[in-house]
T-cell receptor
């Protein structure tokens, strides 16, 4: 089945620097991609969802790139600030060939932004 | 908007004890999930339910039972708590045909 590898597991950057998190997936039929942010003591909040038809997606202060050839999904925080400190998860879901298709999560990246 | 409420936030039990975690959502979503979050391992699916009274096993169902008696609630039972099950348990829901999962804030399980 689908496997998702996320790296790095821990990342520490200075305020204003960029931070990049990368996920590599195995299933070429993967179609939906998600980035979630988890703040301490909280559940996961959706940061962005990406469909395989779009390679570059921009949010507020971050960019998500999808490289289908290499089966990689990346999250790039362009100028990190302390409020970005959290655990980030990628998740991948294949095209639903049946009534249910499972969301497969990466292992998570703990990001610390130092003032 | 809606909210997913998980109770309790912290659950402490003895080894071998049967423990129940509860989840309520007011999104009126069809599908609900229970995930286990271990540090460095991401989220692993324990059980899910696509409608009231439906139960489906995930990758990590051994040692757990689940119950979906109402559309709005989904409970998870640890049948015999073990120390290696200490983790954060996250409940989530999704509307049928929607792509986004909405998560509760989790229950942290400690086994003494």
């Amino acid at each position: 089945g689908e496997q998702v590898e996320q790296r790095p597991p821990h990342l520490s950057v200075r305020e204003g620097d960029s931070a990049v998190i990368i996920c590599t997936y195995t299933d070429p039929n993967s179609y939906y991609f998600f980035w979630y942010k988890q703040e301490p003591g909280a559940g996961l909040q959706l940061l962005m969802k990406v469909f395989s038809s779009t390679e570059i997606n921009e949010g507020q202060g971050f960019t998500v790139l999808l490289n289908k050839k290499d089966k990689q999904l990346s999250l790039n925080l362009t100028a990190a600030h302390p409020g970005d400190s959290a655990v980030y998860f990628c998740a991948v879901r294949r095209i639903a060939s049946s009534s249910f298709s499972k969301l497969v999560f990466g292992q998570g990246t703990s990001l610390s932004v130092v003032p | 908007g809606g909210i997913i409420t998980q109770t309790p936030k912290f659950l402490i039990g003895q080894e071998g004890q049967k423990l129940t975690l509860k989840c309520q959502q007011n999104f009126n979503h069809d599908t609900m999930y229970w995930y286990r979050q271990d540090s460095g391992k991401g989220l692993r699916l324990i059980y899910y339910s696509i409608t009231e009274n439906d139960l489906q096993k995930g990758d990590l169902s051994e040692g757990y039972d689940a119950s979906r008696e109402k559309k709005s609630s989904f409970s998870l039972t640890v049948t015999s708590a073990q120390k290696n099950e200490m983790a954060v348990f996250l409940c989530a829901s999704r509307d049928w045909g929607g792509e986004t999962l909405y998560f509760g804030s989790g229950t942290r399980l400690t086994v003494l």
